[in-house]
């Protein structure tokens, strides 16, 4: 599994930014799509992720503010991030959960993308 992000950038405390994470290759085995951050300094943690059955899961953090979402049509998974604070500033990840079946043997993987850098000034 292949993963492309984009759509980080510079933006003002209050304003909005849309990521996207494009998926290629073996598709049929993601299980979920995520997005995680990684602050200067900090550790890399989770902000949202999408199940294929629909399930969301937020960060307290982000939510109310974030929301993540999918296009099936374009393998495409995005990160509508509003109302955007100086804190949120990070490179963003996302991420592909895979699970591959051979016979009766189950293989999970994670996929990661390249990040994406998000600043936001006060």
């Known amino acids: 599994v292949q993963l492309q992000a984009s759509g980080g950038g510079s933006v003002q405390a209050g304003e909005s930014l849309r990521l996207s994470c494009a998926a290629s290759g073996a598709l049929f085995a993601i299980r979920a799509m995520a997005w995680y951050r990684q602050a200067p300094g900090k550790q890399r943690e989770l902000v949202a992720s999408?199940?294929?059955?629909?399930?969301?899961h937020y960060a307290d953090s982000v939510k109310g503010r974030f929301t993540v979402s999918r296009d099936a049509s374009t393998n495409t998974t995005f990160l509508q991030m509003n109302s955007l604070k100086p804190e949120d500033t990070a490179v963003y990840y996302c991420k592909a959960e895979t699970r591959f079946t051979v016979v009766t043997d189950h293989y999970e993987y994670d996929y990661w993308g390249q990040g994406t850098l998000v600043t936001v000034s006060s």
């Open positions: 999408l199940s294929n059955s629909g399930t969301r």
